[in-house]
């Protein structure tokens, strides 16, 4: 046996078979009982594991070190050595072979803080795209299978031609399947290097959306939305056209955060994508969507809806009314899009300020650091940019 610091260089130029045709052990200087097992008989190399705890030795093999790096293997042999000095098997792991579906729920309850759309967006992409996997073995599923799965989700998307990104969803699906398997990792050090890594390189290259709806289109848009039958879907869009929220914090907004008296919609850390609570000043045409949906009465959520949550969702049936009545097709993160251009072109508004109405991250600069912006340092500016967007409306 021999001990020596091991490199990715030194890995790579031990021969395996070896020349003995015995097994051959390098133990690595770094990190204390981790090793490296050279067959004599066939090309594999392995991590190996060894603890000499309570007076017994202890030795686990626990992954194939072709297929897992060796900053990955010290990271692994770590925790499976506290497991061994605790008397824990790190391969009672392998017993339960824990399944795709079982990891989803294990990671949704672990994380109780993710938001609905969150965990709804893991349930999707698992369910829907991975389905084949659901009850396999996560040890099981290969380098081989993700990067072909990841292949066929976007030729499926694309041949299907709803209007979908083929590789936008593929990589979606494939993102949480790495994060999902990553949770995994942590609680079992006996699994294999995360498949996911295959595709490395192979991402599909997404262009980023860049669509709005242009000034010379906003009075057709601002008539259609006016124009729908649903008061609670036309207040909404309005509401998104008006201050740039985004689809879940527009909709899921309660009275409780309305403020009328201040003129200030709070809303908390936990509502927001960022995790920053937001203070937003109720601008004229603001207050005007306040009053109307107060006057239906108060219940819990402004845009109360007949769904589960209680609240509108996803408004894509009044956007594709707007849409076969105008032909201008957008999203609701399309009308943010929209109002940050618009604040982007009203005279007197800085970057900094569109930056904070929209709730965007702060640049990383001594300066931005000690700024702490009231919500009446920014009520001029949201009157400005709500101003503009109601000339847009009314040419």
Known sequence: MARVRLTERVIGRLEAPTPSGKKAFYWDTEQRGLGLVISGTT?????????????????????????LPLADARQRARRMLLDLHDGIDPRAGRSRAATLRQTLEAYLEANRGLSERSRSGYRKFVQTYLQKWLDRPLREIT???????????????????KGGNGGATA????????????????????????PVVKLRRHWFQVPRRTRFVASADVPAFHRAVMGLENPVARDYLLLLLF???????????????????????RIPASSTKSKRKLDLPITAPV?????RREANGRERYVFAADARSGHIEEPRHPLDLVAASTGIRVSAH??????ITAASETEGV???????????????????????ASVESLREPAERVARRIAQLAEN
């Open 287 to 291: 207050m005007d969507i306040f009053r």
């Open 243 to 265: 201050t740039g929220l985004r689809r879940s914090e527009a909709a899921s907004l309660t009275w409780s955060d309305v403020d009328l008296v201040a003129r200030v919609v």
């Open 43 to 67: 090309a594999t190399k392995s991590w190996v594991v060894q603890s000499d705890a309570g007076g017994k030795t202890k030795r686990v093999a626990f992954a194939d070190a072709n297929l």
């Open 350 to 372: 800085s970057e900094l300020q569109i930056k904070m109405l929209a709730n965007h991250a702060l640049p990383r600069d001594v300066t931005s650091g000690y700024i702490m």
């Open 171 to 194: 990589n979606a699906a494939m993102r949480g399947l790495r994060v999902l398997y990553n949770f995994a990792m942590e609680r079992d050090a006996t699994l294999p290097a995360n």
């Open 334 to 339: 399309d009308l943010r899009r929209t109002y």
């Open 143 to 161: 380098r081989e299978d993700v990067e072909r799965r990841h292949a066929e989700i976007a030729a499926e998307v694309a041949e299907r031609g």
